[in-house]
């Protein structure tokens, strides 16, 4: 007869494997790159700044615990995040460093010191002012990402295409650019090239993840 310390000791185990899945700084910036859309190996090979080779490895290992899946088209394999809880899983492990890790904090404190934060009270005043046109939020992923999943009343503008589509934005309004979350420097990036251009901008920390995560915790 199997003993209830044999028992304890597998389901200890079996949540062990998620745990060991994302013990790799690699792993964990393929994860927050698939809660953006789902991608391919040679896409995520780009993203990440690693060979294919060593993607497929990492992807093995994520699929391995369930944290990812794939679907063939054509003759690509996309993979995909295996379902919103993982999302919620990256965003939470994130903040939690962020509160405990000393370390990050203070990496975390001197990125926000070179950007332009976004600062108003809450994401309800941001959806209202978004609504109401008193702001104009842009999206600077990739567009297959924001056609994925974007913050509501967001347009896409990719940082690719910033510079040639500044038309589009008003001067007389605040702009506020958002990408993949705090570890992401594209909206960033953007707010410098919006305020060099005379536009008043800043940034949303937040990514789509975040954004839902938090939201769903709201409610």
Known sequence: MTSNRTIKDSLYEQVARIGKAV?????LEL????????????TLAQEASISVK????HLKELKASRLVDNVRQGKYMI??????????FWVTIRLLAEDRLFELQEAVQQL??????????????????????????????PGVEYLAGHLPFARSIPLAELNERLTELPKDRPVVAYCRGPFCFM??????????????????????????SLMVAAD
Not at 23 to 27: I, M, N, Q, T, V
Not at 31 to 42: F, I, N, S
């Open 54 to 57: 060593l993607v497929s490895a």
């Open 112 to 141: 926000s010191a070179n950007t332009h934060e976004w600062v108003e009270s809450d994401r309800q005043e941001l959806l209202r002012k978004a609504k109401s046109g008193d702001i104009v939020v842009i999206d600077v992923r």
């Open 31 to 42: 994860l927050e790159l698939l809660c953006q859309a789902p991608k391919t190996v040679e």
């Open 79 to 88: 993979y995909r995040i295996a379902n919103d809880d993982v999302a919620r």
């Open 187 to 212: 909206s960033s990036d953007a707010v410098t090239l919006l305020r060099a251009q005379g536009i008043q901008a800043a940034q949303l920390r937040d990514g789509v993840a975040e954004w839902n």
């Open 23 to 27: 013990a790799s700084p690699k792993r």
